[in-house]
Nanobody
Framework: QVQVVESGGDLVQAGGSLRLSCAAS????????MGWYRRPQGKQRELVAT?????STNYAATVKGRFTISGVKNKVYLQMNSLKPEDTDIYYC?????????WGQGTQVTVSS
């Protein structure tokens, strides 16, 4: 059974940094990609950043230049710098592979002004 577990969420002041981690277990074989999403209040879930097995990355315009995604075999990290209050949200990790998306339970990031 595939499990995706996030960690690293916390309360931080605006301008600060956080590093989120995510590990996918129970996987036999290689994933196609992993990534991070968030769901702003009242809005649909939105992409934050993704990274493919080949190392290609994609970022939302709102985080480009501030966030950096990296990964190594079934683990993905999100380095978040220059955090803003509008980055406050639950961040969900997703592992993509075998025709499916495996989601974690999320980790809360709160940025105070």
């Amino acid at each position: 059974q595939v499990q995706v577990v996030e960690s690293g969420g916390d309360l931080v002041q605006a301008g600060g940094s956080l590093r989120l981690s995510c590990a996918a277990s129970g996987i036999t074989g290689s994933l196609d990609a992993m990534g991070w999403y968030r769901r702003p209040q009242g809005k649909q879930r939105e992409l934050v950043a993704t990274i493919t097995s080949g190392g290609s990355t994609n970022y939302a315009a709102t985080v480009k230049g501030r966030f950096t995604i990296s990964g190594v075999k079934n683990k993905v990290y999100l380095q978040m710098n220059s955090l803003k209050p509008e980055d406050t949200d639950i961040y969900y990790c997703v592992a993509l592979g075998f025709g499916r998306a495996y989601w974690g339970q999320g980790t809360q990031v709160t940025v105070s002004s």
